[in-house]
């Protein structure tokens, strides 16, 4: 079910939906991206990375001396590097891939 129709769902039941989940149901992404928007999105998209790697580090640092799992952070390194590449490249993209690589997990300590 895609995020309009769950909101539209949810208050046609009476259901309170945040303002902010009813602006992210109704964004719908552009045909076609400028090249200043696409050099603003690799900016975005290099900032999360450092940011991943921010927080990898942290844990890293921070956590006890048993074995880390910092797995996850380099699938996330992989998935923003190819995003990054296809935006460059002019490759196509998908939005829901933009999107995941913009969110920052945050620290888990």
Do not use: C
């Amino acid at each position: 079910m895609n995020k309009a129709v769950r909101a539209s769902d949810e208050l046609s039941q009476g259901i309170a939906v945040p303002q902010n989940k009813i602006d992210d149901a109704l964004w719908s992404p552009p045909r076609h991206l400028s090249p200043v928007w696409r050099a603003q999105l690799i900016q975005e998209l290099e900032a999360a990375r450092q940011q991943d790697e921010q927080n990898e580090q942290y844990m890293l640092n921070w956590a006890s001396a048993g074995v880390l799992d910092t797995g996850k952070f380099d699938t996330r390194e992989q998935e923003v590097d190819a995003v990054i590449r296809n935006l460059e490249t002019g490759a196509p993209v998908q939005w829901y891939e933009v999107r995941q690589a913009l969110v920052v997990e945050q620290d888990p300590y």
